[in-house]
């Protein structure tokens, strides 16, 4: 059964440094979406994208926050300068009919 | 806004027991509904689907779910839990188009 995958599975950086999350979405999918998850809380959306371009984002997705999708099979997620407060697990996902997610990154910083 | 409403934040249930998970969905035009398991650190498996037609879904490992358009419901439930069952469970709902929002789980316990 086809996969969406996430790399790397798990990620420390310092406070203020920038993290790429990426993802590799099912091929023939065509929408794509970035969640996040804090430690025991809900799963929280950040970020759609449609037709290369971002579609929807939520409260969250300020300008810390860009997505790429670079060659037309990643798709990335970047934080520019991270904060302690993204310390989270982020889910990649895509969708035709239904939402397949990634195993998602624990991003840690420190 | 669309939201998922899931009222139960913890549940236990003894094994061999039977179980039902709550989610309602504000009003809105056909939902696309979901249900996802996600065990302790890892992703969000999904367990089943409804997008239209019977109402009545059957999903992975034994579980079922209904959806009820008078009661914006679609509780998800399973006749006989087994241990392997103890994990997070989340309500989502999506779109043709739309992102898909999640209830704020519900964390399932079993007593041998």
Redesign the interface.
């Known amino acids: 059964e086809p996969e969406v995958t996430q790399t790397p599975s798990h990620q420390v950086t310092q406070m203020g440094q920038e993290v790429i999350l990426r993802c590799v979405p099912i091929s023939n999918h065509l929408y794509f979406y970035w969640y996040r998850q804090i430690l025991g809380q809900k799963v929280e959306f950040l970020v759609s994208f449609y037709n290369n371009e971002i579609s929807e984002k939520s409260e969250i997705f300020d300008d810390q926050f860009s997505v790429e999708r670079p060659d037309g099979s990643n798709f990335t997620l970047k934080i520019r300068s991270t904060k302690l407060e993204d310390s989270a697990m982020y889910f990649c996902a895509s969708k035709l009919m239904g939402y397949t997610f990634g195993s998602g990154t624990r991003l840690t910083v420190v | 806004a669309q939201s998922v409403t899931q009222p139960d934040i913890h549940i236990t249930v003894s094994e061999g027991a039977s179980l039902e998970l709550r989610c309602n969905y504000s009003y809105g035009a056909t939902p696309y509904l ?1 249900w ?1 398991v996600q065990s302790p ?6 367990l089943l ?1 409804y ?1 239209s037609g019977d109402t009545l879904v059957q999903g992975i490992k034994g579980f079922e779910a209904e959806f009820k358009r008078s009661q914006s419901s679609f509780n998800l439930r399973k006749p006989s839990v087994h241990w392997s069952d103890a994990a997070e469970y ?1 309500c ?1 709902r ?1 779109g043709a ?9 519900t964390l399932l316990a079993v007593q041998p």
């Open positions: 979901f996802y650190g890892q992703g969000l498996q999904l689907k997008f989340f989502g999506g188009t739309n992102k898909l929002i999640f209830g704020t789980g």
